[in-house]
């Protein structure tokens, strides 16, 4: 089904942001819509790789000044960001819920996440610092220092409008490094909000850039000589592209892919700890988290009782537009309800017990929204596409195992490693568990572990390729490179010649 035009005012037409904002040329453009009503409410640009060009260049134009910037007057830059982002957070709220669909509360969750990256990177000062090594060898002294790239690609994901950009530029501009953000071309607002931000900040223009398009503009980032890393965040295949491609043209490449995350209850837990967290994890943002569960896994004899409590916390669930007083909002396209519908229907095919049916419902929305109400599967084996596959929406599997080894197992031989938690009273066991389990990011009695700013973010297996995570210690790494002084200030002894290895003496 075609999404309505908006009637009461004109479809904005949005723009590059290169310096300011810039019309898009290309003559393509994309349908932005308002998930809760079905109305489409802006046409992004998509860039030709010609505009691709001119948006690189202007941030490579930028490079030298910023990266010989005194470290003291680009913290004071990114404080000067923060408190305008914390005065301003509701709008940038408003703005993804209008966009991706998520209630306003949830937005401002996201914001905040974001912000925990822009506080650590006003920690530059410190987190760049070398080291220093006095009378290496007699008379020599060492000394590391890390350095900026230059222009650094990012290319984000509809389901984190802001704090999936906000995981790489802060650290990035903070460094002096210049950004060229491509978001996605569903969700396109919050980049250019947050450009003219960073503007009012009193970042120079050319620093942070913002190229809207879809692979055109993606393939130019990484294919450009000019573009030295590049940060992508989105599903599995394209991961896995993005960093193929970005490698082969000699980048440094981050790419962090889908997810399956499983949550594990043991019989000692908490069943109504539980049955809330699989709840919050499960249906939070309409399941379209890369760190959502996906699948609970029921160790025992507990599924009986821990399914019908959370069949009934779910049933209480109210699912509308996240402007007014709902728990859950719509998904973010027609395309992806019904990607979204088409599992739950092959989930009931495949004979797994359809405890809790979304598909319809009573929807607090006006409008042709996208909407599916929370949905649970019991019985659901591992053969099934709802196992198998990131559906990325509001359907929660239950898998019914026996041991605490066998949970193991599974978690161990599925493809993905974003995160996973565990439910339990038993310190060995949850010990154990983090101990052995695959996965990047291990929640324990914690369902959603996504780390604070100052750790790293990332998964394992195809929910990452590269080995360098996001923010934190990692994210600094990766948007710096290192070099090693080596320095004798003569005395005025003369070394003499020696044509063999440098030694230390
Ligand atoms: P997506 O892969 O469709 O799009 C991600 C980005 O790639 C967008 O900017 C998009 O314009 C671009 N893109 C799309 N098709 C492309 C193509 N053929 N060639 C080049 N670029 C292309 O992902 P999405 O649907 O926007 O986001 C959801 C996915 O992102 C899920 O799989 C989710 O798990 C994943 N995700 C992962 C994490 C993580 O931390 N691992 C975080 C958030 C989202």
Redesign the pocket.
Known sequence: MAASMKADEAVSTLYHWAGGPQRGLSARFSDVTDPATGEVTARVPLASEEEAAAVIATAKAAFPDWRDTSLAKRTRILFAFRELLNARAGELAAIITAEHGKVLSDAAGEVARGQEVVEFACGIAHLIKGSATENASTNVDVHSIRQPLGVVGI??????PAM?PMWFFPVAIAAGNTVVL?????VPTAALWIAELWREAGLPDGVFNVLNG??TA??ALLTHPDVKSVS?????P??K??YETGTANGKRVQA????KNHMVVLPDADLDLAADQAVNAGFGSAGER?MAISTLVAVGDIADVLVGKIADRAKALRTGDGRRSCDMGPLVTMAAKERVTGYVDAGEAAGANLVVDGRTGDFDADGKGFFVGPTLFDHVTTDMSIYTD?I?GPVLSVVRVDTYEQAVELINSNPYG?GTAIFTNDGGAARKFQNEVEVGMIGVNVPVPVPMAYYS???WKN??FGDTHAHGTDGVHFFTRGKVVTTRWLDPSHGGINLGFPQNA
């Open positions: 290319i984000s994901p509809f389901n984190f999936v491509k978001p996605s071309e569903k879809d692979k993606v393939d992508f965040v989105g599903s599995t394209i991961a592209y993005v962090l892919g889908g997810a890369c990131e990325f974003n973010f990332g998964g929910s990452l």
